[in-house]
């Protein structure tokens, strides 16, 4: 099968849309006010049978905004020192265009019009996306204005659980607690998490009830 055939699949398969996987650590919980700390995505596609995968990942680390709050307690649960030398930050708007490059290429290769988030507790990481993404005076903000795919709900449907860690167990995917809060492993856990829900979903012969409803409304 082609890569055209198998991007093709990907933009039939989210009605345009590439769901993409982020998560963000951050110094608070208010986006306008308090310091987004890290950033990281990870875009998806389908191999030839029309199952989910991991494609790539991409992650920064951001240094705080002028005027930016920290939350003692944001810092402790997460563990970073924000202003830590080692850390390698750069500042928002060059974080946020490192990770939407290559969005952006993602989303012309599969034949999509924009990218969907895909997050746990979704609104969290799209609200700090979109807050630094207007700071930043960024036009071509990849990302759905407001539409979202949240895997703490999918995995209350699919699993019975909604805590990140616990939803992989009952999916069989590793998970290192002592790994967690760092954006990018939190991220990668994220997608193997959505990856196993839509697949599962495929398994079960929901897709194929809906390329059938499809076919009868053609």
Not at 12 to 28: C, M, S
Not at 87 to 100: Q, S, T, Y
Not at 172 to 180: E, L, M, S, V
Not at 196 to 203: E, G, L, Q, T
Request: charged share 25%.
């Amino acid at each position: 099968m082609s890569n055209s055939t198998t991007a093709q699949m990907m933009a039939d398969r989210f009605r345009g849309f590439l769901p993409v996987v982020v998560d963000v650590e951050t110094a608070g919980f208010n986006p306008r006010t308090d310091a987004l700390l890290e950033v990281a995505a990870v875009t998806l596609t389908m191999d030839e049978t029309g199952y989910l995968m991991i494609d790539q990942c991409f992650d920064e680390a951001v240094d705080p905004f002028e005027g930016a709050n920290f939350e003692r307690s944001a810092l402790e649960f997460t563990g970073i020192d924000p202003f830590d030398p080692e850390r390698d930050a750069i500042p928002e708007a060059m974080a946020l265009e490192n990770i939407f490059k290559p969005i952006r290429k993602s989303i012309k290769a599969h034949g999509c019009k924009r990218a969907v988030l895909v997050g746990h507790n979704a609104a969290f990481d799209h609200s700090f996306v979109q807050a630094a993404s207007a700071r930043a005076d960024i036009k071509r903000n990849p990302f759905h204005p407001f539409s979202t795919f949240d895997t703490a709900t999918l995995a209350g449907l699919a699993y019975g659980q909604t805590v990140l860690a616990r939803a992989c167990d009952v999916a069989g995917i590793d998970f290192d607690g002592k790994k967690a809060h760092s954006a990018l492993y939190d991220t990668c856990k994220t997608a193997e998490l959505f990856c196993s829900i839509v697949n599962r979903w495929k398994d079960l012969g929901g897709w194929d009830m809906v390329l059938e409803a499809r076919h009868y409304e053609d």
